[in-house]
């Protein structure tokens, strides 16, 4: 069973640009997750993806914004891009309380 | 609201050592508890899962063990290898019935295992 997926691997983009980030789930997952793991504040929530609705944002600004398709992968929008940006992304998805991550996506922001 | 936390790092052990590495929680309602490790270049790995009180879970010769009256999960391993290595994150999610919430994530405790 393919586990979930992410692309791409890394990215580099300059401020004021705009970043998208791809995240497929594991087959039959329904939920996707985004979370950002930037160096020094751990793992933070951003949105929570099911059945093709926002289900919950964390506490970022509204430059971070995200869709599920129908085929439940989703995409990550960055708008507006700042420094402070720069991380890993983690995309995860589940079927039921159990979360699996993807290998994540690097963005780099200069 | 809900939180997790871990014993800071970073932890250095020697190859066979034991190993704990604390975590407690606060959290409404009955959630469920995780430990997830991530090696340097990787995302994040579920090492090992608890749902209910007194439930323990184990893998990879890690064990973890849901205290309701402590609301801890600690983790342990009896005897450290080289490839541990990596960084340990606590996390728990709300719910234990099914449904889907996102985690909340203690901040990670790095261990580093020498020869």
């Known amino acids: 069973e393919a586990g979930v997926t992410q692309s791409p691997t890394h990215l580099i983009k300059t401020r004021g640009q705009q970043a998208t980030l791809r995240c497929s789930p594991i087959?039959?997952?329904?939920?996707v997750y985004w979370y950002q793991q930037a160096l020094g504040l751990g793992l933070q929530f951003l949105l929570w993806?099911?059945?093709?609705?926002?289900?919950n944002r964390g506490n970022f600004p509204p430059r971070f914004s995200g869709r599920q398709f129908p085929n439940y992968s989703s995409e990550l929008n960055v708008n507006a891009l700042e420094l402070e940006d720069s991380a890993l992304y983690l995309c995860?998805?589940?079927?039921?309380?159990?979360?699996?991550f993807g290998p994540g996506t690097r963005l780099t922001v200069t | 609201g809900n939180s997790v936390t871990q014993m800071e790092g970073p932890v250095t052990l020697s190859e066979e050592a034991f190993l704990t590495i604390n975590c407690t929680y606060t959290?409404?309602?009955?959630?469920?508890l995780f430990w997830y490790v991530q090696y340097p270049g990787e995302g994040l790995q579920l090492l090992l899962k608890?749902?209910?009180?007194?439930d323990k879970g184990s893998n990879k010769g890690f064990e973890a063990t849901y205290r309701k009256e402590t609301t801890s999960f600690h983790l342990e391993k009896g005897s450290v290898q080289v490839s541990d290595s990596a960084v340990y994150f606590c996390?728990?999610?709300?719910?234990?019935?099914?449904?889907?919430?996102?985690?909340?994530f203690g901040k990670g405790t790095k261990l580093t295992v020498n020869p």
């Open positions: 995860a998805s589940s079927l039921g309380y159990e979360q699996y």
């Open positions: 087959s039959g997952h329904t939920s």
């Open positions: 993806y099911d059945e093709g609705e926002e289900r």
């Open positions: 959290a409404t309602g009955y959630p469920s």
């Open positions: 608890a749902t209910k009180a007194d």
């Open positions: 996390a728990l999610s709300p719910s234990s019935q099914g449904g889907s919430e996102k985690l909340v």
